[in-house]
T-cell receptor, first 117, second 116 residues
Framework: AQTVTQSQPEMSVQEAETVTLSCTYD???????LFWYKQPPSRQMILVIR??????QNATENRFSVNFQKAAKSFSLKISDSQLGDTAMYFC??????????????FGKGTKLSVKP | EPEVTQTPSHQVTQMGQEVILRCVPI?????FYWYRQILGQKVEFLVS????????KSEIFDDQFSVERPDGSNFTLKIRSTKLEDSAMYFC??????????????FGSGTRLTVV
């Protein structure tokens, strides 16, 4: 079974600074996908960034980037130039690729990020 | 940008009553999901649906729950006899395929269900 662990329940960062959120996972799959979702106070789940495990290159999306360490099963999210609007709950998630079946998202418990002015 | 639409945004129901949560997935998506998030806890998978049938379900998705795609656009989650512990945020999601290249999942804004 897949598991996703986020060891930081809460973090804070000053506006314009950089913050890194940690995530580790466990899977027996050879190919899988990893995601970071943002959940602002509105409770909507918004995809921030995704990574396919067979790709060596770390994914980046504007101010968001990941450090994907496949051997260590680590998938951290770096937010550069933090903005007040980044304040939210951040969930790390994994999804297997079970040879054609859908697979489902396995979420971590989340990290509450507060960006301070 | 296409959206997954969920209605209602908030529903209050009495324990033992039946509720139906509604979702309109993105029109060209083929896979549909329901997830649940109890307040302050992580998001949990309930069920996935493809080609008019359930393809996977979790332990949470017991006989109290059912899903249906009654027409070409709606995707519903029914809870037959609600319990206090069913109080949660329920998210619908859809995707075009199974891989990350499909864009992952697009989530709706959720329905907050409160059972009293």
């Amino acid at each position: 079974a897949q598991t996703v662990t986020q060891s930081q329940p809460e973090m804070s960062v000053q506006e314009a600074e950089t913050v890194t959120l940690s995530c580790t996972y466990d899977t027996s799959e050879n190919n899988y996908y990893l995601f970071w979702y943002k959940q602002p106070p509105s409770r909507q789940m918004i995809l921030v960034i995704r990574q396919e495990a067979y790709k060596q290159q770390n994914a980046t999306e504007n101010r968001f980037s990941v450090n994907f360490q496949k051997a260590a099963k680590s998938f951290s999210l770096k937010i550069s130039d933090s903005q007040l609007g980044d304040t939210a709950m951040y969930f790390c998630a994994s999804k297997g690729n079970y040879g054609g079946s859908q697979g489902n998202l396995i979420f971590g418990k989340g990290t509450k990020l507060s960006v301070k002015p | 940008e296409p959206e997954v639409t969920q209605t209602p945004s908030h529903q209050v129901t009495q324990m033992g009553q039946e509720v139906i949560l509604r979702c309109v997935p993105i029109s060209n998506h083929l896979y549909f999901y329901w997830y649940r998030q109890i307040l302050g806890q992580k998001v949990e998978f309930l069920v996935s649906f493809y080609n008019n049938e359930i393809s996977e379900k979790s332990e949470i998705f017991d006989d109290q729950f059912s899903v249906e795609r009654p027409d070409g656009s709606n995707f519903t989650l029914k809870i037959r006899s609600t319990k206090l512990e069913d109080s949660a945020m329920y998210f619908c999601a859809s995707s075009t395929g199974t891989g990350a290249s499909s864009g992952g999942y697009t989530f709706g804004s959720g329905t907050r269900l409160t059972v009293v």
